[in-house]
């Protein structure tokens, strides 16, 4: 078959369904949580019920909202059997891509916190046993890895856990922040290390119940945007779970081995985070749009932009923007989806993505003049929300940094 | 194939030369006064001579008549997202860059300098069939339908070697596809089966006018409509091969728009200077100034707004696909460079401020690509393909000039220097988000 870039037509009904859920669940209440923060989207209730009706049916092809449901997906896309091993596929990864983008076209910051879709989950499913996958699975579980001292660099994260023989339990210590819906969750998936001496491979995954006595929220953080997902502080003061909470091997690898397991994670969840954007920023570029058609500017798509008005030609730039994060997205979730390497293609559609889509909502406000910049309309609103996802999942400059080590054979104490 | 024995046009041009190297350097026509005067003759005499190199005179006639034009099957379109190339593209692509690295890479320096293509070597581009990748098996053509992406795919490999030289080699098949997407049966069967013979005429599509801001939906080369045909008065811009054309499709603006005329290159009224520029030196460019050129009503190719919209946009997807080749040279090239290059103690690839560059060129390098894939697979399946056009094009302009920017940047003194390529990638990169036409896939 020749080489396609348009979305197959299996996913029309996933598309249709979640544009639907982000029409008149997410962009109906987006205002509402921007200037509520803090206070929990209860509507969201009802969808998430929905969506795991759906999942449990198959009527999604396990397709939903987040990363979380990505590994459904990945679980039940795997257990079909395929004819030709070598046949392309398009499979969870790139339904992912598709259903986290639309929902976001809807409001970045409710699909953050959509009951039982963390980011914890991808964590739990990609090294989960499957007595814990029967035990964690399908909850509501968040993600506790950055520290006020160890950001980008997770590999130097202070939290301890040690092991406690008497009572077969892990004792974890340490403070962890940037926690998202780490009060409203059921589970949290905190990063410590066994041993701070041994490095990276003695970092470990736990899972934490929620209501664990030692676990202490700290404060809930006030934000530029995406109010609607909370993002909690916590401490770990003496915070015991049980050992079979240890997510995979309880071995400290010598080398990297373990942590770059941990990494890879992230070829995974880099692509939504840049379907996420391209989700706000196609919310940009519409509205734009239409305030550009109200005021008589039509983009030509057939005269150089340098012979139209400048907002066309400015608006033909974004939009020419947009669509190169978009496919670069589909082509790093379409590697995924065929087990093709694809660290540097996840980063490259993240970079671009994030850098673009921010760059795109900022420029739309500009263009929509005071009505892109007042509350009575949703494009500042999207301006401030777009910002995290060039931060979140690796910074812009993280992303720059795995691109430019790849490519030019450096390690991490080369280029650093 | 043996190289082939220069033109009677080119031995002219050599004569010529050879004389205005004797003369100038006397020092008799300083003391004489003459260096002015004769510098003057000497420009209107080349132009002179340049205008008998070109139409050098091939006589096209029909060999055997088509009932109705012959139109191409679209390739079948699959369902599933896939950026896999067929079989075949993969074979066309692995022998045209094997020949684009090792050849075409080596004689692009001289090229640029000498501002012609060798012949050797563009004899060798046609031996791979370039002139007719988009000519239907009817007519003799080898692939089984015609196929924007096969043909962006070979531009994106010829001009990893050179752009320049990738533009001379791939302009013919601009003509051959235009004639097979929208000739009639009568111009098919005159021109289609000279494309696929062993010397396939230097043809191009005519477009881009000398005028700041120049829009090609409003030409100033004008067509008007007399008893017999049509007469065309007007000036073009940056014809690849210009002294050495055969064939052109010239756009011409008519009473109902733009449309498009096939014109044979000896027409009386056609005159050619040559008009190197900045880059793409190589294809030998030239200025076209039409004066009364009267042609047959037969040669209107067409006058459908729709074709001629179309035809813009395969050029913008052609000049894109150049782009992307010459950009991936830009990358492989600084690349090692940044790796080798030493300065306080340590190679400056160790630097971000230089390792993002080339992250960033790698990131800007892939949008193009895949945006420019996207437009030709949609023109394949037969979709409007115009929109993703242009949004190739505007990623082409900014970020082709970047990266050509950059690739000189990471270089830095050295980088200006002819001593590396990425000189001349800068000033080709800077064409391909500009030209309209001259490449049509």
Redesign the interface.
């Known amino acids: 078959?020749?080489?396609?870039?348009?979305?197959?037509?299996?996913y029309s009904q996933l598309v249709e369904q979640a544009h639907m859920a982000a029409t008149h669940v997410f962009r109906a209440n987006s205002r509402k949580y921007d200037l509520a923060e803090h206070t929990y989207p209860k509507e969201l209730d009802m969808l998430a019920a929905m969506l795991d009706g759906m999942e449990q049916g198959g009527g999604l092809d396990g397709a939903g909202a987040t990363g979380g449901v990505a590994t459904g997906a990945a679980k039940k896309n795997g257990s079909k059997p395929e004819a030709d091993p070598n046949a392309?596929?398009?499979g969870a990864n790139?339904a992912s891509v598709l259903g986290v983008t639309e929902m976001c076209w809807g409001d970045v910051g409710l699909l953050l916190t959509m009951p039982r879709q963390g980011l914890g989950q991808a964590a739990i499913a990609a090294v989960a046993t499957p007595e814990q996958l029967a035990r964690f699975g399908g909850r509501w579980a968040a993600m506790a890895i950055t520290e006020p001292e160890a950001g980008s660099d997770s590999a130097s994260i202070r939290a301890t856990a040690a092991y406690d023989a008497d009572t077969n339990e892990y004792i974890l210590n340490g403070e962890k922040i940037f926690v998202t819906s780490g009060d409203r969750c059921e589970l949290i998936v905190v990063w410590a290390s066994l041993d701070r001496q041994a490095g990276r491979g003695a970092i470990k995954s736990f899972v934490v119940e929620r209501d664990n006595p030692g676990l202490h929220l700290d404060r809930l953080e006030h934000k530029l945007g995406i109010r609607a997902s909370d993002t909690a502080n916590f401490r770990l003061e003496d915070c015991r779970v049980p050992a079979e909470n240890l997510l995979g091997s309880a071995e400290i690898q010598t080398a990297k081995e373990g942590f770059s397991g941990v990494m890879k994670t992230f070829d995974n969840t880099r692509p939504l985070v840049a379907g996420m954007a391209i989700g706000v920023g196609r919310a940009a570029l519409e509205a734009t749009h239409e305030l550009l058609k109200e005021a008589g500017v039509k983009v030509d798509?057939?005269?150089?932009?340098?012979?139209q008005v400048g907002a066309a030609a400015e608006f033909?730039?974004l939009?020419?923007?947009w669509?190169?994060?978009r496919?670069?997205t589909?082509?790093a979730a379409?590697m995924a989806d065929n087990k093709k390497p694809n660290t540097?293609?996840a980063s490259?559609s993240k970079?671009?993505a994030g850098r673009a889509c921010t760059d795109i909502c900022l420029r739309c406000v500009a263009l929509a003049g005071t009505v892109g910049y007042s509350e009575n309309d949703l494009l500042e609103k999207w301006a401030r929300d777009v910002k995290i996802l060039d931060i979140f999942e690796g910074t812009q400059?993280i992303?720059?940094?795995v691109?430019?080590?790849q490519?030019?054979?450096?390690s991490s104490s080369?280029?650093? | 194939m043996p190289p082939q024995s220069p033109t009677l046009a080119e031995r002219g041009m050599s004569a010529g030369l050879k004389a205005i190297n004797s003369i100038a350097s006397s020092e008799l026509v300083d003391k004489a006064g003459l260096r002015k005067p004769l510098e003057q003759l000497l420009f209107s005499g080349s132009k002179q001579s340049l205008k008998a190199a070109g139409g050098a005179a091939r006589v096209f006639k029909a060999t055997s008549q088509l009932g109705k034009p012959e139109r191409q099957s679209r390739a079948k379109a699959g369902d599933l997202f896939d950026l896999t190339p067929t079989d075949e593209q993969q074979m066309l692509v692995e022998s045209v860059k094997d020949f684009s690295l090792d050849k075409i890479r080596k004689a692009a320096h001289d090229a640029d300098h000498d501002a012609a293509t060798p012949p050797a070597l563009l004899a060798t581009a046609n031996e791979l069939g370039l002139a007719m990748i988009g000519v239907p098996e009817a007519l003799g053509g080898v692939v089984e339908s015609r196929s924007a992406v096969t043909a962006a795919l070979m531009a994106e490999a010829l001009a990893e070697g050179d752009m320049g030289i990738a533009l001379a080699a791939m302009a013919p098949a601009g003509v051959s596809t235009a004639l097979s997407l929208w000739g009639t049966a009568d111009q098919q069967s005159t021109y289609l089966p000279e494309f696929v013979g062993d010397k396939p005429p230097v043809a191009a599509v005519v477009v881009a006018e000398p005028h700041g801001v120049f829009n090609p939906f409003e030409l100033k080369t004008t067509a008007r409509k007399t008893a017999s045909g049509y007469t065309l008065n007007g000036v073009k811009s940056l014809v690849p091969r210009a002294a050495e054309c055969e064939l052109l499709v010239i756009a011409a603006q008519t009473e109902n728009g733009p449309a498009l005329f096939v014109v044979e290159g000896g027409t009386p009224g056609l005159s050619i200077e040559a008009e190197p520029a900045m880059g793409l030196r190589a294809a030998a460019t030239g200025r076209l100034t039409m004066k009364t050129v009267k042609v047959p009503e037969s040669a209107l190719l067409s006058a459908d707004a729709k074709v001629y919209r179309e035809l813009i946009a395969l050029g913008r997807i052609g000049w894109a696909a150049l782009a992307v080749g010459t950009s991936q040279a830009v990358l492989d090239y600084v690349k090692v460079y940044v790796n080798d290059r030493v300065a306080f103690g340590e190679p400056i690839s160790n630097r971000q401020s230089v390792a993002f560059k080339v992250a960033d060129i790698a990131i800007e390098l892939d949008g193009i690509r895949l945006v420019t894939y996207r437009a030709a697979a949609l023109a394949d399946a037969g979709k409007d393909f115009i929109k993703q056009a242009a949004l190739a094009r505007s990623l082409t302009t900014k970020y082709g000039m970047q990266i050509g920017s950059d690739g000189v940047q990471l270089l830095g003194g050295h980088g200006y220097t002819k001593e590396h390529p990425v000189e001349r990638w800068y000033r080709d990169l800077r064409a391909a988000g500009l030209m309209e036409g001259a490449l049509v896939l």
Not at chain 1, 1 to 10: A, C, T, Y
Not at chain 1, 301 to 307: D, G, S, T
Not at chain 1, 407 to 410: E, P, T
Request: charged fraction near 25%; avoid cysteine; aromatic fraction near 4%.
């Open positions: 078959m020749p080489i396609n870039l348009e979305i197959p037509r299996k392309v596929r398009n790139l798509y057939n005269i150089p932009p340098h012979a033909l730039a939009e020419a923007d669509e190169a994060a496919l670069l589909l082509k379409w540097v293609e490259i970079a671009k400059q992303q720059q940094l691109i430019a080590r490519l030019l054979g450096k080369e280029l650093r």
